[in-house]
Structure formats: structure tokens, C-alpha cells
């Protein structure tokens, strides 16, 4: 007697993608929601194929099994919507998927849209974030690698004290050192927002730095 066997959504591919990444998504309803409004079909199962090492527009063309000039376009426009990154060096580009965290699901709230519902998405985010909690209990308690970096009040330090500050733990000196900068909207508070819990704080705080300003300035996510 033959078995059945129930055909897999692209959203679900496209979750166990998501969690080859050290840092993944634990599946959800909410977290299905959340992509069914970022991704078509169709896509979601496009990036269910993608490699988790940053790749070109032929290893994803090879991978999807579609024309050079085809999967170079279903690229672009998924970076344009900064579901991607792309680097672009030497007239070049190379392209890396996100993690959730901090990645695509930021990027999708660090501008105004209009081609996404923002106010159910942050409302799904609320409820996928602050009322599940396993996504981020996983990024920020489990496991030995924590997601956060603490640096310095530096202005708190004497002249003596600040000799022993190393640049890595300075945050002028990222700044000083990055070859891309980029600000948009703070994630958190335009979540909030359309929880209707918004605080009085600036929203254009959110910076970036390198290669994501890079790709973040180019779609329009961020400004220089």
C-alpha cells in the first residue's frame, strides 16, 4: 500500500532555511503570516534553495535552475525590498540572505512603505517577539554566543581609565572606521507605534555600518 506524502509550502522551506542560520526562527502561525506578507510564494521557495555562504547571480541561476539573466532579476528585486543583501565590488555583485535578526525582519520597518502592510506586520512582529517570546528567548538567553555587543561610556571614563579602552570597544571608533554609514527608522519604536504604544523618543535613530549600510542606502532602507 503506498504512503501519502503531504506536499511542504515554500513558507515552511523557507523556515527550515531560515534555521540552518546559527540564529534561526522557531515556526509559528505568526511567523507564517510575517512571511506571507514580506514574500510571494514563489519566492519564499526561491530562498528556501539559497546557500547559506554569500554567493553570485550564477550560483543562484545554477541553483534555481533558470536563466543568468532571470534569477540576476528576481535578485535584485528581492534586495531592493532589503530581503538581501548585495554587495556590489568591482562591478560585481554578490548577494548573502539575512538572518531574521538582526536582518530582514528590521530592515522591513526601517522606512515607510506602502507596498507592505505595516501596521499588521508590526503587529505581527509584537505578537511573534513580545508575546511568544521563543524567538527572542533564543536570541537572547540561549546559547553561548550572545547577539549584543556592550561598549563603553567613554565620556564616564578619566584620561587614565580610557588608556586601557581598546578600539573594539569603543563605539567612535566603528564609527570612525566604517566605509559605509546608514539611519533609518528604529525597528523597535515603529513597532510600537503600531501597537499604540509608542514613546516620545526620535524614531530616525537606527544606524548601520559597512557593507549592510552598503546595500541598505542603495535599496533606500537607510540614508547616508
Known sequence: M???TVKRSSYEN?????NRFPQGAPPSETL???LRILVTEREAGLIALLPIKPFTAGDAARQWKMPLSEARKVLDE???RALLMDIVRNGSASYTLPPPM???FEFSMMRLREDVDQKVLGQLYYQYMNVEE???RSLFVEGETQLGRTYV???ALSEENALLVLDYERATAVI???THIGVGICYCRHKMEHMGRNCAAPMDICMTFNASAESLTRSGYARA
Open 134 to 136: 521563543e524567538f527572542i
Open 14 to 18: 523557507m523556515v527550515d532555511r531560515l
Open 32 to 34: 507564517y503570516k510575517i
Open 153 to 155: 561610556n567613554e565620556p
Open 2 to 4: 503506498a504512503h501519502r
Open 78 to 80: 528581492l534586495a531592493s
Open 176 to 178: 570612525r572606521t566604517a
Open 102 to 104: 538582526a536582518g530582514f
